[in-house]
């Protein structure tokens, strides 16, 4: 089964961009790539997915290398309310999400 | 209105207790997922349905029954609760199987005593 690694932490400033990367070294060939962000006391909210080169939506860009070996969220100009986990992730056999510990970002004022 | 809705919010009780927690979702999806997320905020797959038959079952104890009565509603059953039940337990939905976008709703914090 296809596993992620993302950075355990990040810490911002309120208008910066962030990057996060993602690797996924054994992610399947018909495997996506998605990202979930979650706020304190809520459950997940699909953020982007793609599958190669870049995805772009009015919240994030997705960028992934002809590889697939890793991906990367981009969040331009964060505000305080950006604060929150993001979990990448590829399928984990059928019908079937695998969270890893996410990336827990914290923007500063 | 709410996509995905669960309840009840919270829910405390005694080790030992029965208790079941309702999923609602009004977006017409085919398929609907139970998940646990525990204290380290690890968020595990339990179950998925597919109009309502049953697709995946994880390394769940059988005390945890899951109950689709059509495929709008995914409700979960815990018997003889215990101190390691007690986690948020998220209910989601997505338009088809093996779809990574999910829905998910705000959650069932169980607390056991």
């Known amino acids: 089964l296809a596993k992620t690694t993302q950075p355990i932490s990040m810490d911002s400033y309120e208008g910066q961009e962030v990057n996060i990367t993602c690797s996924h070294n054994n992610i399947a060939t018909n495997d996506y790539i998605t990202w979930y962000q979650q706020f304190p006391s809520q459950g997940p909210r699909f953020i982007i997915q793609g599958y190669k080169t870049k995805v772009t939506n009015e919240v994030a860009s997705l960028f992934i290398p002809a590889d697939r070996k890793s991906s990367t969220l981009s969040l331009p100009r964060v505000s305080l309310s950006d604060t929150a986990v993001y979990y990448c992730?590829?399928?984990?056999?059928?019908?079937?999400?695998?969270f890893g510990a996410g990336t827990r970002l914290a923007v500063h004022p | 209105d709410t996509a995905v809705s669960q309840t009840p919010k919270y829910l405390v009780t005694q080790m030992g207790n029965d208790k079941s927690i309702k999923c609602e979702q009004n977006l017409g999806h085919d398929t609907m997922y139970w998940y646990k997320q525990d204290s380290k905020k690890f968020l595990k797959i339990m179950f998925s349905?597919?109009?309502?038959?049953?697709?995946i079952n994880e390394t769940v104890p059988n005390r945890f029954s899951p109950k689709s009565p059509d495929k709008a509603h995914l409700n979960l059953h815990i018997n003889s609760l215990e101190l390691g039940d007690s986690a948020v337990y998220f209910c989601?939905?997505?338009?088809?199987?093996?779809?990574?976008?999910?829905?998910f709703g705000p959650g069932t914090r169980l607390l056991v005593l």
């Open positions: 992730l590829v399928r984990g056999g059928y019908n079937k999400l695998i």
């Open positions: 989601a939905s997505s338009p088809a199987q093996g779809g990574e976008t999910q829905y």
């Open positions: 349905y597919n109009n309502k038959e049953l697709i």
